[in-house]
Each structure stands twice: as C-alpha cells, then as structure tokens.
C-alpha cells in the first residue's frame, strides 16, 4: 500500500553529471573539456580542487549502480561526457567513450534502472571552445552530430533523453559573470549562447522525431518563478521583468512565443542572432519539460535603475549555499509552468540541498535531519502539485552522492551518500534511507 499519497506510476530517481563525479579525465581518450581548463585558471576554483578524480565514478559504477538499487529508484538521470565520445568535439569517435557508457547502461538496465540521458550537461570540448564555443553557431551542428552519434549508439535501453542542462547557467554564469567556464564577461556573448544552445536543442528534437526513435525527449531548464517582495505594482513588474530574464527568455522560444520583448527592451546593447526559420526548430514539439528548483527569490523595484530588479531578504533558513528554503516556490513555479505554457509532462530533474555534512565518530553514519525536512516539504508540494492537475510525472534528486560542485569544489555536499574524497568510500546518511522509505510507499507525506 502506498501511504506517500503520490500515484504508484510516478517516478523516483537520483542524478548527477559526468564532470562532477566521473574523473579518469585523462584515461581512455577522453579530450579536454572547458571545466578541466577553468580548473587550472588560479582563482577560479574553491582551494584550486579539480575533477581529475572526485567519485572516481568512471572505474566504481557498478558499486554505485548497487547502491541505487539498494535506494530502490526507479531511474538515473547522468550526462555523458561530449569529449569522452569526441575528444575534438567533432571527427574522430573514440570508441571506450561509447564502450564506458554501453557498459554503464547495461549495468543499469540489469538492475531495473531506466537510464535518463542528458547529452549536454556544461562540459564542452576545449577544441570547440578555442573556435568560438557557443558564441559561434556552428557550435549548434557540432553538437547535432554528437547527439546523433548517441542516439544511434544507445536509444535501444534508452527511453528518456534530456537535450541540454541549464541553459541558464552556460549563459550567464558562463558568459556574463564569469563564474563558470569559459569564465567570459560579455553581455553579447550571452546572448550569442542563449540563441545557439535553444538552436541545438531544436535542431536535436527534429533529429530524434526524423528517426521515429521510442522514448522521449525533452529539456531541463533552471528555472526562477520570482515572487513580489510586495503588492505594490512596482515589485510586481519587478519580479516579473526577473524573471523574463532568467526563465522566459530560456522558455518562451521553446513554446512558440519568440523571445520575450521585455527582455529585448532591458538589453537594448545587444542582438539575438537570430535567423529565417530559427524560432520554428527552437519551438520543435518535447515529450516533456525538466526542471531544476532549489530555491525562489522576492524581487524589489530599484528605482536607481528600474531595469534591473534587486532581490530582498526574507525570512526563510538558507542552506550552505546560500540559497533559501521555499518548498512553497516550487508548487508556485509549476503552477506558473501548467498556466503559461500548457506544459507538456513535467520532471523534477534536480531538487536538493546543500549542508555542512559529518560523519559520526564511528566513520559509518551521516545524520542529516534538515536534509530530510527538505525533502520532505518539496515532497509535498510535489503532491500538491499533481492533486491539482499538474503533469507531474517524476522526481530526481540531487545528487546520489557528494561530488564536486564546479566553482565550489569539494566544499558543498548535496549528497544522499556522503563521499569521503580520500579514500572513495561511500557512506549512506539518513536521508538516503529516508528517501529509500518515500520511494517504497511507506512514509505518509501528510
């Protein structure tokens, strides 16, 4: 009997990424990616860590596969590492990438796990990236090749593909901010990658849908439904001008809708590149919409410059990331989803949180209580969620187990096992077996 309240067909799952917990960066062909460069730029990385190792996942997966189904979920959500499979970006296939992943899918599907693939998920060849990366929209047909060089390699086990992660992130934080690789400062640049990665998604789509492949495909997007610090009408467009500038610009095109005028209005200094018939492949009919939540913000009017919102305090704890905890924000972007774009089925692809984990004494146990009321309260608005129609098919957490979190290095843990770096051992933290309880039925999400 299931107690959760949540339907017996829905989906339970963990994820992660290649970068972030596969290592053997330089083992069996795998080229250079923009992340093993920007980790040797001084500065950039937390105490100068790098990936070169972290989970040592490349060599330990069927360790970890076991470890799943000990969790009892029903699929794993990974990336595969473009420049494992081609270490240029483009031309030469290097064969163990393919063997690595065949091996990896096997092992999933011989323990009932359903393989989720996500085919971009940040690590961009290094020789693409010397050639302009995003900003040049060749980058868009590179990246169509690779991705059916995939599909034709694995779409027989693999009924779930996920064009790109967080377009969000390759953009701002990569090309604005400079936070993330290639670590670019450049309105324009941004824009550039905005247009060229909802390109390649589209053009992917059509490639998938040209095949009549089985399964589904679709995209996962960090998205911020922000909320009004007030009611006044000024923070209302505030929050609403926020957020064409994190979600709409990313979700509009895909829907049909084009780029949102608010968001061409605020950027006057730049110009999409965008060409005769772009908007009709970006808008290219998913199967469904991944989302990524971890956290919603209140967006003030700032009068010293009315274009740019700014964001407020409130009262809700924050987690190692500084981000704070709103399960609330979650039912509320859904709904916002289900009411602007009639979405098509909807996946949780990632929701976690990050905390200040310890082993006990003993080296064998992690309590993690506050990562158990996390899950917990998301867990309800996800039920919340589907109790009011909302297509809400699935839900994969972030992440199966501590590993390294890009800028932050190894010093945030989103794990449900904890990771001891040094020795490679993993060790299940209570919310692990808290999760295990949720996915078998027996824990009332009341």
Not at 391 to 408: Q, T, V
Request: aromatic content about 14%; proline content about 5%; glycine content about 8%.
């Amino acid at each position: 009997m299931n107690f959760t309240g949540i339907p017996e067909d829905f989906i339970w799952g963990v994820a992660t990424s290649a970068f972030q917990i596969e290592g053997a960066t330089t083992e069996d062909g795998r080229g250079l990616s923009i992340w093993d460069t920007f980790c040797k730029t001084p500065g950039k990385i937390h105490q100068g860590h790098n990936a070169e190792m972290t989970c040592d996942h490349y060599h330990r997966y069927k360790e970890d596969i076991k470890l799943m189904k000990q969790l009892g979920i029903q699929s794993y959500r990974f990336s595969l590492a473009w420049p494992r499979i081609f270490p240029q970006g483009k031309g030469k296939l290097n064969q163990k990438g393919i063997d690595f992943y065949n091996s990896l899918i096997d092992e999933l599907c011989k323990n009932d796990i359903t393989p989720a693939i996500t085919l971009y998920h940040w690590d961009l060849p290094q020789s693409l990236e010397d050639q302009g990366g995003w900003r040049n929209r060749e980058t868009a047909s590179i990246f169509l090749e690779y991705a059916k060089t995939c599909f034709a390699a694995f779409h027989d086990r693999v009924p779930m593909w996920i064009t790109f992660n967080e377009p969000f992130c390759s953009a701002y934080l990569g090309h604005y901010h400079g936070c993330h690789a290639p670590g670019i400062q450049d309105m324009q640049a941004t824009a550039n990658t905005i247009h060229h990665i909802n390109l390649a998604h589209g053009l992917t789509v059509q490639a998938f849908r040209e095949k009549a492949y089985k399964g589904k495909i679709g995209i996962t997007q960090m998205l911020i439904k922000h909320r009004p610090a007030t009611r006044s009408e000024q923070d209302k467009k505030a929050a609403q001008r926020a957020t064409d500038y994190s979600s709409s610009v990313f979700m509009d095109p895909l829907f049909g809708k084009g780029y949102p005028k608010e968001f061409l209005y605020s950027t006057p200094e730049v110009n999409l590149p965008v060409q005769k018939g772009d908007l009709d492949i970006i808008s290219e009919k998913m199967d469904f919409l991944g989302i990524n939540y971890y956290a919603e913000t209140a967006m003030a009017y700032n009068q010293n410059d009315p274009e740019k919102p700014q964001g407020v305090e409130s009262y809700y704890p924050k987690t190692e990331m500084d981000w704070p905890v709103v399960p609330a924000g979650l039912y509320r972007m859904l709904k916002w989803l289900d009411e602007k774009y009639s979405s098509p089925e909807i996946y949780i692809t990632e929701n976690g949180c990050a905390l200040p984990d310890t082993l006990e004494a003993d080296g064998e146990s992690c309590h993690d209580p506050d990562r158990i009321s996390y899950l917990r309260e998301h867990f309800k608005m996800c039920k919340k969620a589907i109790a009011d129609g909302i297509k809400l098919k699935g839900y994969f957490h972030w992440s199966i187990m501590d590993n390294f979190e890009w800028a932050y290095g190894y010093s945030k843990r989103f794990g449900l096992i904890y990771s001891d770096y040094k020795s490679l051992k993993r060790i299940p933290k209570d919310s692990f077996y808290f999760y295990r309880e949720v996915i078998a039925g027996h824990e009332p999400l009341e």
